[in-house]
Structures are given as structure tokens and as C-alpha cells.
């Protein structure tokens, strides 16, 4: 299972946690959950991405695996010129997911939908990844 991990220093020096100022807050943020079924002549892919756009969600198939990419941009600095901070923690995040999807699809297909957090990616199975029928035939003995 491929996870998204968000580096995190405080968690590797935690001595420096201890000395910090009790009104700093740490956050984690929870890794990108994803789910991966098939439904009827499609592969669907689902993964949590709560507070990206859907302009800043790229996704790209190739040799059998879907990259999923979101970035979230921090304010720009000349904007806040003329701003004095007593405390600021908007700031950039980031994630990629690669998925090695488990058929052929038809990336041409391929329909991206972004709801409330949640990505849902539906590929139609290429023609060769779809079950066929095989007839039995009955051999005749001399």
C-alpha cells in the first residue's frame, strides 16, 4: 500500500518540541486515503484530498499507473507586504499518489470527478482487460 507521508521536523526532534512556546501548535496532516475497485466495465479510483481545487488536482495515466498530483499555494509574500503578522500559518502542501492500476484502460475515457475532499477517478477498461466468453465445442471421435 503506497502512503503519503508529510514531513514533519518536531517529530524528529522532540527534545526541541519540549523547549518550544506552549501557544505553537503542530499539525499533522492525515496522510491521503485511497480506494481502488472495479465496477462493471470500470476501474474506479477514489482518494481523499480535502482543501485542494479542482484546478490544482492534476492527473496523468501512463504504462499502467495513474499519477495523481495536488498543490495548494501559499499567499503570496508581495502581497503581504503591507501586512503586519503577529502570527501566520497558511503555507504550501502538496501530495502525489502513484496507483498502478491492476487492468489496461482507456486513458482517452477517463472521467475525474472532485467532490466535498473526495477525487473520484473512473477508467474504462480496455477492451482486452474486459472478461470474454469462451464456447465450448464439443470433439467429435472417429
Same mark, same amino acid.
Given at each position: 500500500?503506497?502512503?503519503?507521508?508529510?514531513?514533519?521536523?518536531?517529530?524528529?526532534?522532540?527534545?526541541?518540541?519540549?523547549?518550544?512556546?506552549?501557544?505553537?501548535?503542530?499539525?499533522?496532516?492525515?496522510?491521503?486515503?485511497?480506494?481502488?475497485?472495479?465496477?462493471?466495465d470500470?476501474?474506479?479510483?477514489?482518494?481523499?484530498?480535502?482543501?485542494?481545487?479542482?484546478?490544482?488536482?492534476?492527473?496523468?495515466?501512463?504504462? *499502467?499507473?495513474? $499519477?495523481? =498530483?495536488?498543490?495548494?499555494?501559499? !499567499?503570496?509574500e508581495?502581497?503581504?507586504? &503591507?501586512? /503586519?503578522?503577529?502570527?501566520?500559518?497558511?503555507?504550501?502542501?502538496?501530495?502525489t499518489?502513484?496507483?498502478?492500476?491492476?487492468?489496461?484502460?482507456?486513458?482517452?475515457?477517463?472521467?475525474?470527478?472532485?467532490?466535498? *475532499?473526495?477525487? $473520484?477517478? =473512473?477508467?474504462?477498461?480496455?477492451e !482486452?482487460?474486459?472478461?470474454?466468453?469462451? &464456447?465450448? /465445442?464439443?470433439?467429435?471421435?472417429?
Amino acid at each position: 500500500m503506497n502512503r503519503l507521508s508529510v514531513w514533519n521536523p518536531w517529530r524528529h526532534l522532540p527534545r526541541m518540541r519540549d523547549l518550544m512556546d506552549e501557544d505553537w501548535d503542530i499539525v499533522e496532516f492525515p496522510e491521503n486515503e485511497i480506494d481502488m475497485y472495479e465496477e462493471g466495465d470500470n476501474v474506479v479510483v477514489k482518494i481523499k484530498a480535502p482543501g485542494f481545487k479542482e484546478e490544482n488536482i492534476d492527473i496523468t495515466i501512463e504504462d *499502467g499507473t495513474a $499519477v495523481i =498530483t495536488g498543490k495548494i499555494e501559499e !499567499e503570496e509574500e508581495e502581497k503581504d507586504k &503591507k501586512r /503586519k503578522y503577529y502570527r501566520k500559518e497558511f503555507r504550501s502542501q502538496s501530495f502525489t499518489r502513484r496507483v498502478d492500476l491492476p487492468v489496461r484502460v482507456k486513458a482517452d475515457q477517463a472521467e475525474a470527478d472532485y467532490d466535498n *475532499g473526495v477525487l $473520484v477517478l =473512473t477508467l474504462p477498461k480496455a477492451e !482486452e482487460a474486459k472478461p470474454q466468453a469462451v &464456447k465450448v /465445442k464439443t470433439r467429435k471421435t472417429k
